[in-house]
């Protein structure tokens, strides 16, 4: 909920989009030094979840801070969101990468192991 919220302030009182998509792959260690920024994933299926939006985009000085805590580009009071997200999808042995440019865009991919089995009984 948080991404899609970013994505949607990012945007404004434009037009603009916000695309989710989803899929399964599968992560081999040249997948991993190629897009996750040397984020440690163990071999094997993943659930991608991307969310991608043309909205205002960010610097690469914006960018190297979306996950410090209490950092913001809004308004006072905010800033756990990303922090937060990065918890939880660690706390799933998950990554997460974040594209941005300037005036184009953000897509956010979040990557979970899939699970194959039912965790609670």
Known sequence: MNL???AAEAIE???????INTSEIQIDSSFQSQTMNN?????GDYISIEIS????????ETQAKIF????TTK???????????????????????VT???GKGTIVTVLLPVARKALIQ
């Not at 009182?13 to 695309?19: A, E, F, L, V």
């Not at 939006?53 to 610097?59: L, R």
């Not at 905010?78 to 939880?88: C, E, F, N, Q, W």
């Open 13 to 19: 009182s434009n037009k603009g989009r916000i695309i």
């Open 53 to 60: 939006d043309t909205g205002c985009g960010m610097d690469e």
């Open 39 to 43: 984020q440690e994933l163990q071999e």
């Open 4 to 6: 899609v919220m970013n």
């Open 75 to 97: 308004f006072t009071g905010r800033g756990l969101g990303m922090s937060a997200v990065l918890g939880i999808v660690r706390g799933h042995n998950g990554a997460i990468n």
């Open 68 to 71: 410090d805590p209490f950092f």
């Open 100 to 102: 941005s440019e300037l």
